[in-house]
């Protein structure tokens, strides 16, 4: 089991490694952060002072080379626009985007497995269709879109919602959170419904799929035969075999929560890592690029190794296996 | 009251079934499309970054409704020894936001810090001028040569106290490169009529009135909470739902909308921005081109062609929706006295056929045109209609139109002037003819600064010659004529075909009254809210 966790977690390093390589040959592109920072007047004489002092003259592989020794050591550089250390800009933001992604995905998990059930249970029913008809618009709108909708009704037409912002934050140590006030729900719900709808159409879809092919097993058929009533059937026992596949996939889909949470921290104001990666990336803010698409990534590695170490625990018949040398 | 507790008050409103209005008459609530990145005010010469830090520190001297210069921390000036000497009278009496008086020896400290390395306006100061303390509240400058727009920027060069900065570790700018974030990019004190109580970067900045200011407060605020907010369709919705009572800008589409609501009212008014088209004009062989072996831009007569087949009206009308002012020179009509004298040359696409013809290009030619997409307003859909208009002349444009970030990388020195035919905007920072003609007209020559953003290379000895004298001219109408006689050579040999100053748009909510400068900048301390 340890040697299998070590194993992951190098395999885990050489993801990073190959993230960062890549970052990095793609920063090419990206512009010249020089031109962001200073205005058009600038004089060249000047700018090849800055240009000397950031080390952007240097070859790729020596600048790849120096950021992965400094980013080892947890120093991530100082952001070009904001002249503040990088790390401490990200832990100023992630709260932000954790507790948006956390909300969301508990939003889409409640809602998509009710919405599932009921489908699956009443598959026949207008609401029914009319919830499979719902889950579609959610699964091929574009968030931005959903966002200014949201925005334009709730916030606009009718004044209920704030259009931008987190509310009102209470600050616990280093984390600030804004599901202690009022303000701090409000604020929360039209970024967490715009975040979570792609996944909860995608586990109501999931969890109806799953309901409908449970509900036809032959253990279901014998607790029918049993006399046992229709709510213990359907929700002791034909829910609960269904969720396993849905935290799996709710799990896994943490990452690509928190990744997507870009597009939806952008129309809402919402000060997370994402909305900071979109404006460095519009002043090629090199730093702050490069260390949010690490952290992205080590979301993701982290989850994977979690859900790996979860499997072996739940089926033993995984263990065997693990203690072949690969 | 914050923007986070009217949240919660219409939140609570919209439960309750009332409406939660007044009560906040004295929170101004201020929604840029850019954050407010560093406090440190040598960090980065940009119009929103200036104006926003104008609320705390304050220059020698200032800029007035109507852009003049007035007496800011300096009471009076006076030029001696042919000007080459400038003796400034410092305000007595003026305290810095933490208490220490404003001396003589901070306008010392500022003045050898802006011009230290890692700064941004290093060219506010000349670099050979020196500072002599007459007495604490007299300052002499003293100059190599004569320099009649000495002080035309001071209003945004902004004194800092220089017993602060050493207290704090921050007497250099911080530059992009510093290994340790500086105090002052986190942390402001100035002499303005705002402290900074609260400063969130990318979040928010809360300026709170500064009871101990000099002069007396046209506003009636207890404080302005700005919030960036980068969406524009999120930032037009904040205004409209009454959480925010000023925006900047609005976009050109949302203007009608925003005038349609009965919550609020877009400010317009002619920016100083010129918007032009450039050629290159100095390399024997376009770079994107299908003629080869010469370069038709050095033909004037092409330049001519290609100034007649635009029409600049209708890129107002159809392009701008009507919120663009059509230019006959490369400065803002505002900024140059004689500007009435000058006319843009009508359209006419049958004269530029010809013109293309006696050139030597019947059918027309093929070039390749940069164009940003994110910069100035509209302006990918500027080069697109540009495109179409040069179409029917039998000019084939193809378009590269990017992002500034690698626009600006491509077509500037940095990028070798990789470019044959582009768009640009421009402000003289100095708000001054010599300023136009120096970085755009001047010839480049290796080791000057002297036409470095000239991107297409025109040049002309005669102007060179008329820079240097517009330089050193202390006589007004002596200067303007000089100044028109530029003009004069570069709209005949047309350098450039200038386009229009774009227009300002700010969102106001009702209630709330603003004074809007052309220069763009948001100063929030001449608005008034709920009177």
């Known amino acids: ?326 | 009251m914050t923007h986070r507790t009217s949240v919660l008050a219409l939140a609570s409103a919209a439960l309750l079934g009332a409406t939660a209005l007044g009560a906040q008459a004295a929170t101004l609530r201020y929604a840029n499309q850019g954050d407010l990145k560093s406090l440190d005010p040598y960090t980065l010469n940009e119009t929103t970054a200036n104006a926003h830090l104008g609320h705390v520190y304050e220059g020698l001297t200032k800029r007035g409704k109507d852009l003049a210069i007035e007496p800011g921390l300096a009471e009076s000036w006076e030029i001696l020894d042919d000007g080459k000497r400038w003796r400034f009278k410092l305000r007595e009496g003026v305290t810095f936001q933490n208490g220490n008086p404003f001396t003589a020896d901070d306008v010392l400290f500022s003045a050898d810090r802006v011009r230290a390395s890692g700064s941004n306006f290093q060219t506010r100061v000349p670099a050979d001028a020196t500072f002599v303390k007459i007495d604490d509240h007299t300052v002499d400058v003293v100059l190599q040569t004569p320099n009649p727009i000495l002080n035309a920027q001071w209003d945004t060069w902004y004194i800092m106290d220089q017993e602060w900065a050493q207290e704090f570790g921050a007497e250099m700018p911080t530059p992009a490169s510093a290994e340790t974030p500086s105090h002052a990019a986190l942390n402001a004190n100035g002499t303005g009529p705002f402290s900074i109580t609260v400063h969130e970067p990318g979040i928010r900045t809360v300026f709170t009135a500064n009871p101990t200011w000099w002069d007396e407060p046209e506003h009636n605020l207890d404080e302005i909470v700005f919030t960036p907010i980068a969406s524009d369709a999120t930032r037009v919705a904040a205004l409209l739902s009454g959480e925010v009572d000023v925006i900047e800008p609005v976009p050109v589409q949302d203007i009608e909308r925003v005038r349609a609501s009965d919550r609020a009212d877009v400010l317009t008014g002619p920016e100083l921005r010129t918007i032009f088209l450039g050629f290159d004009q100095d390399r024997d062989e376009l770079l994107y081109s299908n003629v080869e072996g010469e370069n038709p831009f050095k033909d004037v007569r092409v330049r001519e062609a290609f100034m007649r087949a635009i029409d600049a009206d209708l890129i107002r009308d159809r392009v701008m929706r009507g919120l663009s002012t059509p230019s006959a020179l490369m400065i803002a009509p505002e900024l140059f006295a004689h500007s009435d004298e000058f006319e843009r040359p009508a359209y006419d696409p049958e004269r530029a056929r010809e013109l293309l013809a006696e050139a030597g290009y019947p059918d027309g030619f093929e070039v390749g045109m940069d164009c940003p997409n994110d910069r100035y307003v509209n302006d990918e859909a500027i080069c697109q209609g540009v495109v179409s208009m040069l179409a029917r002349v039998g000019v084939t444009v193809n378009l590269n139109a990017q992002p500034k970030a690698q626009y600006f990388a491509k077509v500037l020195k940095s990028g070798g002037y990789d470019t044959s035919f582009y768009l640009l905007g421009w402000t003289p920072g100095t708000f001054d003819s010599h300023n136009v003609l120096n970085d755009l007209h001047g010839c480049r020559a290796e080791g000057s600064p002297r036409g470095e953003t000239n991107l297409g290379g025109y040049c002309n000895e005669a102007v060179d010659e008329l820079i240097e004298q517009i330089l050193v001219e202390s006589d007004e109408e002596k200067r303007n004529d000089l100044i028109k006689q530029a003009y004069e050579i570069t709209t005949g040999e047309f350098a450039y075909v200038p386009l229009h100053q774009q227009a300002l748009a700010w969102g106001v909510a009702d209630g709330v009254e603003l004074v809007q400068r052309a220069d763009n900048q948001v100063l929030l301390y001449w608005a008034r809210k709920g009177d």
């Open chain 1, 1 to 326: 089991m340890l040697a299998f966790i070590i194993r992951r977690v190098l395999q885990a390093i050489g993801v990073l490694v190959a993230v960062g390589l890549i970052a990095f040959s793609m920063f090419r592109f990206a512009g010249d952060p020089i031109n962001q920072l200073v205005s058009l007047d600038t004089p060249a004489a000047e700018r090849e002072a800055l240009r000397d002092a950031l080390g952007l003259d240097d070859p790729v592989p020596a600048q790849f080379l120096r950021y992965m020794v400094e980013a080892v050591q947890f120093d991530f550089g100082i952001s070009y626009q904001f002249r503040q250390p990088v790390s401490d800009m990200l832990a100023s933001r992630a709260p932000a985007t954790l507790e948006l992604a956390i909300v969301a995905t508990i939003f889409a998990m409640v809602v998509g497995i009710l919405m599932g059930v009921y489908s699956a249970l009443r598959r026949d029913s207008a609401l029914a269709k009319l919830l499979q008809a719902v889950s579609l618009i959610g699964i091929s709108l574009p968030t931005f879109l959903i966002g200014i909708l949201l925005i334009y009704v709730f916030s606009v037409s009718l004044g209920w919602l704030p259009s931008f912002g987190r509310g009102e934050v209470v600050r616990i140590g280093g984390w600030t959170t804004g599901l202690l006030t009022a303000s701090g729900w409000a604020a929360i719900i039209m970024p967490a419904i715009t975040l979570g709808l792609f996944q909860m159409t995608l586990i109501m879809r999931l969890v109806r799929a799953e309901m409908l092919e449970v509900l036809r097993a032959d253990y279901i058929r014998f607790a029918r035969a049993r006399g046992l009533t229709d709510r213990a059937i359907n929700f002791g026992h034909a829910l609960k075999n269904t969720l396993i596949p849905v935290i799996t996939v709710a799990g896994l889909q943490f990452g690509s929560v928190v990744a997507f949470a870009i597009i939806t921290e952008t129309v809402f104001q919402w000060p997370g890592m994402g909305l900071l990666f979109v404006q460095a990336v519009q002043n090629v803010d090199i730093p702050i690029m490069a260390a949010y698409l690490m952290f992205v990534g080590a979301i993701f590695v982290v989850i994977n190794l979690v859900v790996d170490i979860l499997y072996t625990v739940v089926d033993p018949r995984l263990r065997s296996s693990l203690r072949a040398p690969t």
